[in-house]
């Protein structure tokens, strides 16, 4: 009999125990003993996924206190405390073998000793504790994009949030091929007080890439803990290097032409700036607002979702504005809110809900009253700010029929936006694949939000929207970008967005609605159905055809001084910018490819000549 077997005969009961040898892959056994070993649970169990056992671990969670129940049968709130509220990107290491460097800007550990720090910090983690053992699957089952994950977490609420938010795959496993790669995932929040956890001094996300393993520790926080959410990400983007595909931080939607036209689109955002939104825009589809897999299939680039939900951000969430989510929020459908106000009547407030602040209620903070301070004297919000909303995406009226689709959807173009309030225009195409890669994905620039911990509002790089999760030196994932491109004949579209840029005064100078216009401007010109302006940056669209755009989707009367405002070529701010995205990849970022910075020297040439013969600040005529 194996080791593996032994631990388990002990420390399962008989159901768990055929519930797991159900799944014929030894692999999984030892991964489950080793995890009992280390964490020493009080006992474990195996969920198969049936309602019987989904159900268990919804109703654990709300009988341990990890969530607690609302007036709504179906919605259920999680509280991550004072200290636990983002992602950590400081604790958030990669564990690297001898001989092997990620670059400067990744933040890594000798591998030997992020082990140790990883065994000391688990052993016993689990003591007093059940321990859950969930399997999954990222993208579509069986099909191209499938990668298979074990879940090992000593939160029910984890588990909970996990059966919102991804294809559940025990059945999946039980068929799986003995060599199929698999993903691992291990989690204990640590010691909890109020169903919180309170080491969270000694937080941290261990990622273990020799081993396709992720450790997660002292935190509850979701984008430190669910496995399958940005944990995976970072083994994906290695897989998708060894692979010749793409792993990307990246909504997927189709944009809704004429004639009922679908044509898909992936988008880039960091975290804050308007992916989840941009996903939802009235008259389209989703199909997933997150992270999205990119591969060729038949010459073709295809795109499908790995998730099947949505953990989003619910600040400024109004019936006018977000009418489909609000709708889904204020439905039966299984809900988890986290870090919003419980009310007396045991509804859930956040912030900018469009109504008067509450009086008073349960928050992250414990019991909370208007002028309530912290230990600093700085005053508490009654919701915090990066309060979320956990659901499945099928109660959204917008889901696009393709979720689910074996060989993904086809894609036309692909974003990237940021938080930038004084250098892009609202909307812009790139010449070509590789200066689209290289000026608008690998410059990308946006202000931190408080998704991550630290301070909100500094300018920050961060290439792709990705820069977080990359697990690879930098310059090769650029040059995967480029490979990709030029592996196939027809590549999409890129392009840039700008939803922040502000005027003189301060003022932001385009309207949360504009975001409709400025895709389906883009979808007519994957199409070539519209004319663009040509630009030392890249192609802007022509007045006419905005017009026409804001009339017929927003009935707007858009003025050229609006266009004229907003498509004003900033070209003392796109030197700057090129500086230093120049001097960061100089810096820092040794293996960067050649080319990036031709195309990047180039499109500085361009922009001083313009400048010399044009002037600085120059309004699209000046070009058309
Ligand atoms: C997220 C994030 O929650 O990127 O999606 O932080
Ligand atoms: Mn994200």
Known sequence: MSKALDVLETALTETNLRKLLAIPNYSVHRFVAEAINLCKPMKVFICNDTKMDTEYIRRTAIARGEETPLAN??????????HDQARDKESTIYLVPEGENLGEQLTQMNREKGLKIVQTRLDG?????????????????????????????????VAHSEDLLYRRGYEYFRRLADDKEIFWMLHSSG??????S????????????????????????????IGLKKLALRLAIRKADRESWLAEHMFLMAVHGPSQRRTYFTGAFPSGCGKTSTSMVRGNTIVGDDLTYLKIIDGKVRAANVERGIFGIIRSITQKDDPVIWDVLHSNQPTIFSNVLITEDETPRWLDDGNEPPSGGINYSGEWFPGKIDKNGEEIPYAHNNARYTIGLEGLANLDDALDDLRGVEVGGIIYGGRDTNTWVPVQQSFDWTHGVVTMGASLESETTFATLGPSGVRKFQPFSNLDFISIPLGKYIQNHLDFGNNVKHTPCIFSVNYFLKDKEGNYISDKLDKMVWLKWMEQRVHGD?????TPTGYIPIYEDLRELFKCHLDKEYS?????????IRIPELLEKIDRIESIYRRT?????????????????????????LGKYLLPSAFG
């Not at 059940?130 to 089952?141: A, D, E, H, Q």
């Not at 010691?191 to 919180?196: D, E, N, Q, T, Y």
């Not at 519209?530 to 040509?534: E, L, S």
């Open 73 to 82: 049968p179906y919605h259920t709130v999680h509280f991550d405390g004072l």
């Open 125 to 157: 983690s689990m003591d007093n504790k059940k321990m859950v053992v969930r399997f999954f699957c990222l993208g579509p089952l069986d099909s191209p994009f499938s990668i298979p994950v074990v879940q090992i977490t000593d939160s029910f609420y």
């Open 191 to 196: 010691k909890l007080i109020h169903s919180v």
């Open 198 to 225: 309170t080491d969270w001094k000694k937080r941290g996300v261990m990622i273990d890439y020799k081993e396709n393993t992720v450790y997660s520790m002292n935190t509850q926080y979701a984008g430190n803990t």
């Open 530 to 534: 519209v004319n663009a302006i040509k």
């Open 560 to 568: 050229r001084n609006e266009y004229n405002s907003q498509f004003t």
């Open 589 to 613: 970022v040794p293996d960067t490819p050649r080319i990036f910075f031709d195309v990047l020297i180039e499109q500085r040439s361009r922009l001083l000549e313009t400048q010399h013969d």
